[in-house]
């Protein structure tokens, strides 16, 4: 950027230093909502509640099915798009 172009977008300043906070913000909560480590957690918390006879084999198995699904959207987020332009 040269200098006039800085001086004349310089009342936008504020409104870039918004955008880049909230894109900061968003790649925050993108990366803790695809982290595959709480889901492998409690799928391991779970299998030990059966063990321990907390809960039943019915309630088990809905939750592992709920947990591994989750585990799939995570894993399908990482995975590169083949429809994708890789330009």
Do not use: C, K, N, S
């Not at 880049?20 to 918390?45: C, G, I, K, Q, T």
């Not at 809905?62 to 332009?85: S, V």
Request: aromatic residues 6%.
């Amino acid at each position: 950027m040269g200098l006039l172009t800085q001086i004349a977008t310089l009342p936008l300043a504020p409104v870039r230093g918004v955008v880049w906070v909230v894109e900061r913000a968003v790649e925050a909560a993108e990366e803790h909502y695809y982290d595959p480590e709480p889901v492998e957690r409690e799928l391991v918390a779970l299998e030990q509640r059966l063990l321990a006879g907390e809960i039943d084999e019915a309630e088990f198995d809905r939750r592992e099915d709920e947990l591994l699904d989750r585990l799939e959207e995570i894993r399908a987020h990482f995975q590169p798009d083949p429809d994708r332009d890789p330009r």
